[in-house]
């Protein structure tokens, strides 16, 4: 299971409000006291749209689209051609609208920022899934999201096929350089995370395999391997099975979709990737207003 499903289980209160406050919080930002531009169409004129997609894409977003237009006006009706998680193509039409023109157009902007960007981060994530199919190591995001749309993003990813990372600070312990740093060394950082009992995931990052060794001596049981070689890591997956495999391993750090798999097929348990989240491009997508 996923952490944001356990968190915000699909279809459930959790989920819906998660999505009303991130949509109202974009509508607030873009529309502000008025639409100014919206009082040049008729009141009264109600028209039908399109949205289209630029480009193959897998869909991600639709409960944030219905949310965009339906906060701006409830009787905007939306007739999806698409389901959630589905792959598209050039020029395919992904739903149809009706309603009042000026609902329509003041939320087209939100609602095509919302698709555009999600749809962006699963489609980068399943690419990865793909690169490595049938091994059993699975691809994650980080916290390197866009701000305020973390959870949209975490969510976006698990759409895409890949799995999360901690959500955030609140989700689990992850001890880095500097944590080791302050606490004076790996098994004083690993003894003091231990302590807190706080019922949540610990995992420590490690630079080379000397620390890696530090590490499973401390009884880490999940390890981040930063930035190590294909020849590092495969090392690594042996050290731990001497060690009886008492950790979960995580390789992070200059993951590319050329070099996924060959990293996949070392024994690593599972790959962290920033990109899927950072350094996503917008899905081409647009909103027609028909004739």
């Not at 989920?15 to 009141?43: K, M, N, S």
């Not at 157009?105 to 920022?113: D, F, I, K, P």
């Not at 020849?231 to 590319?256: C, M, P, Y």
Request: proline residues 2%; aromatic residues 4%.
């Amino acid at each position: 299971m996923t952490l944001f499903s356990q968190y915000y289980p699909a279809h459930s209160a959790a989920f819906y409000e998660l999505v009303r406050q991130q949509v109202q919080a974009a509508l607030d930002e873009d529309v502000g006291p008025g639409d100014l531009t919206a009082l040049l169409v008729p009141p009264s004129l109600t028209v039908n749209a399109t949205i289209v997609a630029r480009e193959n894409a897998i869909i991600c977003g639709l409960d944030w689209v219905n949310a965009c237009f339906k906060q701006i006006d409830t009787n905007v009706d939306i007739n999806w051609l698409i389901i959630e998680g589905q792959h598209v193509k050039s020029n395919q039409v992904l739903c149809e609208i009706h309603g009042l023109a000026r609902a329509l157009l003041t939320s087209e902007r939100c609602a095509l920022n919302f698709l555009q960007t999600l749809s962006a981060t699963s489609t980068a994530t399943r690419k990865y899934v793909e690169a490595i199919a049938g091994t059993p190591c699975q691809i994650l995001d980080t916290r390197k999201t866009m701000p305020h749309l973390r959870l949209a993003q975490k969510y976006a990813v698990t759409v895409g096929g890949g799995h999360n990372q901690r959500l955030a600070l609140y989700d689990g312990i992850l001890i880095k350089e500097n944590h080791i740093a302050a606490a004076g060394s790996i098994s004083a950082v690993m003894a003091q995370a231990i302590a807190l009992n706080s019922n949540k995931s610990i995992q420590i990052e490690v630079e080379n395999l000397i620390q890696l060794q530090e590490a499973l001596s401390a009884d880490a049981t999940s390890i981040l391997l930063d930035n190590f070689s294909i020849a590092k890591l495969s090392e690594a997956v042996i050290i731990n099975q001497k060690f009886g495999r008492r950790a979960l391993l995580e390789a992070s750090g200059g993951i590319t979709l050329e070099n996924v798999r060959e990293i996949a097929l070392t024994g690593v348990d599972r790959i962290s990737i920033g990109a899927i989240t950072k350094n996503v491009l917008a899905i081409d997508l647009s909103m027609r207003i028909k004739g």
